[in-house]
């Protein structure tokens, strides 16, 4: 009786892990379904329009079929997740990307979305580039950051400059550290220091802010930027272009471009507001400018 218990018990083992790797090999073909469905219902309009068109038109859509072969690939997709019917001219030659030009039919990328996490996670590599954690790293072993100066690097370069200059002014009789800074100068100092204020609202939102705002914190802070009637008039009577700042903080915090950033996701929205932004810049004025240093100690 002993033995017919175990017996069972081993099969209702090797049921549920088999019926564990039928489900994760249903979540894989979804995934590749989600990803070359697509580009296989384009192939396939394109093949119907094709078929009725002439000489001239044929060539034409052979060389829509080309790009959106090459668009799939290079979007991730495998050529075997897509039906040989659709790999062009001559399916024997390989994948079909341009005029005579074929690929293997193995070329592309097998891997789902976790695997290819848990892989960036040992390599430092996301899709063959670094990740955004491993550039942060070097960055702070090297100042650099994807070719350029750090915000912190190039933040201290310029108020030691800064800083030079005040105690050259002291030292000859000024009692202002600002006296006769330029207006350029002023609003570099202001536009530094409020990026600065910028990184640590981000920080704040990460760390201290409700669910929403922990998972979005660089989309609170340019909101707070664009809508916040403190931080507008702080960044008015300091002559700081918000617009400066909120490029500042997107290619730091998010290593990304403006256009980038606000054409996807919940930043869409603010696209309008941010490109409202004038872009004439008002003179920085001294005395503001020691109020938003206050302001920032504040803050931290």
Same mark, same amino acid.
């Given at each position: 009786?002993?033995?017919?218990?175990?017996?069972?018990?081993?099969?209702?083992?090797?049921?549920? %892990?088999?019926?564990?790797?039928?489900?994760?090999?249903?979540?894989?073909?979804?995934?590749?379904?989600?990803?070359?469905?697509?580009?296989?219902?384009?192939?396939?309009? %394109?093949?119907?329009?094709?078929?009725?068109?002439?000489?001239?038109?044929?060539?034409?859509?052979?060389? /829509?079929?080309?790009?959106?072969?090459?668009?799939?690939? &290079?979007?991730? !997709?495998?050529?075997?997740?897509?039906?040989?019917?659709?790999?062009?001219?001559?399916?024997?030659? =390989?994948?079909?990307?341009?005029? !005579?030009?074929?690929?293997? *039919?193995?070329?592309?990328?097998?891997?789902?979305? !976790? /695997?290819?996490?848990?892989?960036?996670?040992?390599?430092?590599?996301?899709?063959?580039?670094?990740?955004?954690?491993?550039?942060?790293?070097?960055?702070?072993?090297?100042?650099?950051? /994807? *070719?350029?100066?750090?915000?912190?690097?190039?933040?201290?370069?310029?108020?030691?400059?800064?800083?030079?200059?005040?105690?050259?002014?002291?030292?000859? =009789?000024?009692?202002?550290?600002?006296?006769?800074?330029?207006?350029?100068?002023?609003?570099?100092?202001?536009?530094?220091?409020?990026? /600065?204020?910028?990184?640590?609202?981000?920080?704040?939102?990460?760390?201290?802010?409700?669910?929403?705002?922990?998972?979005?914190?660089?989309?609170?802070? %340019?909101?707070?930027?664009?809508?916040?009637?403190?931080? %507008?008039?702080?960044?008015?009577?300091?002559?700081?272009?918000?617009?400066?700042?909120?490029?500042?903080?997107?290619?730091?915090? &998010?290593?990304?471009?403006?256009?980038?950033?606000?054409?996807?996701?919940?930043?869409?929205?603010?696209?309008?507001?941010?490109?409202?932004?004038?872009?004439?810049?008002?003179?920085?004025?001294?005395?503001?400018?020691?109020?938003?240093?206050?302001?920032? =100690?504040?803050?931290?």
């Amino acid at each position: 009786m002993l033995q017919d218990q175990t017996s069972g018990y081993k099969d209702s083992v090797s049921d549920i %892990i088999n019926r564990a790797k039928a489900f994760a090999k249903a979540i894989v073909d979804y995934q590749k379904e989600q990803r070359s469905a697509p580009y296989a219902g384009t192939l396939r309009d %394109i093949g119907e329009m094709f078929a009725a068109a002439d000489a001239k038109r044929k060539a034409q859509f052979n060389q /829509q079929a080309n790009k959106v072969r090459a668009d799939y690939l &290079a979007s991730g !997709g495998s050529p075997m997740d897509l039906p040989r019917e659709l790999w062009g001219s001559d399916p024997s030659q =390989g994948f079909q990307v341009g005029e !005579g030009k074929f690929v293997p *039919g193995y070329t592309g990328d097998n891997l789902s979305y !976790g /695997q290819k996490e848990r892989l960036a996670a040992l390599t430092g590599l996301f899709e063959g580039k670094p990740t955004f954690a491993r550039q942060v790293e070097e960055a702070g072993l090297t100042g650099m950051y /994807q *070719g350029k100066p750090t915000f912190a690097r190039e933040m201290a370069e310029k108020n030691y400059a800064l800083d030079v200059q005040r105690e050259r002014r002291l030292g000859a =009789g000024a009692s202002d550290p600002f006296a006769g800074l330029t207006q350029n100068e002023l609003r570099n100092a202001a536009t530094d220091l409020m990026t /600065q204020l910028g990184l640590d609202l981000y920080e704040h939102y990460r760390t201290k802010g409700d669910q929403a705002q922990r998972g979005q914190p660089l989309f609170f802070t %340019i909101q707070d930027l664009l809508r916040n009637p403190k931080y %507008i008039s702080m960044a008015d009577k300091n002559g700081v272009s918000r617009k400066q700042v909120i490029n500042n903080l997107i290619a730091i915090l &998010a290593g990304n471009s403006p256009e980038g950033y606000f054409s996807t996701g919940a930043a869409v929205p603010l696209k309008p507001l941010y490109e409202a932004l004038a872009g004439k810049e008002l003179g920085a004025q001294k005395d503001s400018l020691e109020m938003l240093k206050q302001v920032l =100690g504040q803050n931290q």
